[in-house]
Nanobody, 117 residues
Framework: QVQLVESGGGLVQAGGSLRLSCAAS????????MGWFRQAPGKEREFVAA???????SYADSVKGRFTISRDNPNMMLYLQMNSLKPEDTAVYYC???????????WGQGIQVTVSS
């Protein structure tokens, strides 16, 4: 069992930056691939970024070059550095863990990110 709690969301102007954090608890954090997903109002939840157990990263085309995912296994933390934010990045962002993403085994509760134009 893995519990995930996001923090770091909020309101930012277009062009600004935010850093999301996800604190994990439970066993075997390092054995999971970790990722970020987001869901905008009226839209389906979509993949944003992922990082494997061996630190291989992948990104959605819409965020490539602007967002950076990272993990700290000893401290059981996942991060998403978001730069050059756009209004279309506005969404609830979810931390996720899975043996093989995009298949998710555990979700965080989500955190709001709002980018104003």
């Amino acid at each position: 069992q893995v519990q995930l709690v996001e923090s770091g969301g909020g309101l930012v102007q277009a062009g600004g930056s935010l850093r999301l954090s996800c604190a994990a608890s439970g066993r075997t954090f390092s054995s999971y691939a970790m990722g970020w997903f987001r869901q905008a109002p009226g839209k389906e939840r979509e993949f944003v970024a992922a990082i494997t157990r061996i630190y291989v990263t992948s990104y959605a085309d819409s965020v490539k070059g602007r967002f950076t995912i990272s993990r700290d296994n000893p401290n059981m933390m996942l991060y998403l550095q978001m730069n050059s934010l756009k209004p279309e990045d506005t969404a609830v962002y979810y931390c996720a863990a899975g043996r093989s993403l995009p298949a998710v085994d555990y979700w965080g509760q989500g955190i709001q990110v709002t980018v104003s134009s």
